[in-house]
């Protein structure tokens, strides 16, 4: 994921490139079977092993932290960014299960749902 972020130099477009690249990773051949083990997990382990599974998300959240941090000036990053890493690992969910069937369609709708939050008052288009 860092790799394909990492393709973007514009602040924005990076971050807009964390949900999309999501998405597409998750709907790689080989990959649904592992998107869907983190999202059925997921919630499990929220509940059993709330800490190692903080540690264990850590990366992704980290990752996203960074990049809401580099285009908003906000001071909760981090809070930012593991609420929004549980709506996206929601609709990667919903993809998988099949409720949603354009995960491309899904992972552009989350990202302007969430940009428009993390604007916030700046009012910028992503």
């Known amino acids: 994921l860092a790799g394909r972020i990492a393709a973007h130099d514009e602040p924005v477009a990076a971050l807009r490139a964390y949900v999309t690249e999501l998405f597409a990773l998750a709907s790689l051949p080989g990959a649904v079977g592992y ?41 909760e990053a981090r809070r930012d960014a593991e609420t929004m890493f549980r709506m996206l690992l929601q609709g990667i969910d919903d993809v998988i299960v099949g409720r949603v069937d354009d995960a491309a369609g899904l992972a552009e709708y989350l990202w302007g749902f969430c940009w428009r939050g993390l604007a916030g008052e700046r009012g910028e288009t992503g």
């Open 35 to 75: 998107a869907g083990v983190l999202v059925r997990e997921h919630r499990r382990l929220s509940e059993r092993h709330p800490l190692e599974l903080q540690v264990a998300l850590a990366p992704l959240v980290e990752l996203l932290a960074d990049h809401i941090a580099a285009v908003t000036d906000t001071r």
